[in-house]
Every structure is written in C-alpha cells, then in structure tokens.
C-alpha cells in the first residue's frame, strides 16, 4: 500500500510539472498575437469609425507607440505592423479634384476629365 501512494505522489508532481510547463509555453506562444490584438485595440480606440478616419488612427496609434514605447524588437515589430496598416489602406478617397491655375485660382476638373487625380486635361 506505501508503494502505491509513493507511486501516485511521484505522478502528482510530475502532472503538476507538466502542467506548468504547459502553461508556461502557452504564454510564450500568445506574446506574438497579443501585439496585433493590442494594435488593433489602440487603432479602435483612436478611430472614429469613418474611412477618412482610417488611416490617420493608424498614424496616431503609430506616434503613441514612437512616444511610449522603449527601443526594443517588440517596438520594431509594431512598428512594422503598423506601416503594412498604413501601406494597406489606400489614399485614393483623400484626393481632391481641385486644381489650381496658372493664375492661382483654385478650380474644380470637369466630368469631361479622364484622368482621375484632378488635373485638367488639354484639348488641341
């Protein structure tokens, strides 16, 4: 009978062993998503929910983690997502199809301009 509880004793602790070490690898393993998860936290806290919004939240998440931070892989990595966010989003609905003159005046292209970015196009 003192075998066996030696026996179950000896199994306890290595369960328990294990189990530490499961949770402790866990943790490790979740330290890489947590970033992304804490991007998009901040991001969601800065945007107001407009597409215009979009990319200037991801410009205001980047400062706060410039400012707060300290020099170090983990900052790099956001960093790094944080410009892929920035590259990803596209710049085209902040264009404006207003020009401005030789003159100076400030004018808005026609529906007879092809060109997409606003700029008058010359017909000879």
Do not use: C
């Not at 597409?51 to 707060?68: H, S, T």
Request: glycine share 6%; charged share 30%; proline share 2%.
């Amino acid at each position: 009978m003192v075998s066996y509880a030696v026996i179950e004793f000896g199994l306890l602790f290595v369960a328990l062993l294990l189990s530490w070490l499961h949770v402790n690898w866990l943790k490790r393993k979740k330290k890489g998503a947590s970033v992304e998860e804490m991007l998009n936290s901040m991001f969601n806290h800065e945007w107001n929910g407009t597409d215009e919004d979009e990319i200037y939240a991801w410009y205001r998440v980047r400062f706060k983690v410039l400012q707060l931070d300290p020099e170090g892989s983990r900052r790099r990595q956001k960093l790094e997502r944080i410009e892929a966010n920035i590259r990803r989003l596209s710049t085209r609905s902040m264009r404006s199809s207003a020009y401005v003159t030789q003159k100076g005046n400030l004018e808005k292209a026609g529906d007879d301009d092809d060109s997409g970015l606003g700029v008058p196009v010359p017909t000879d």
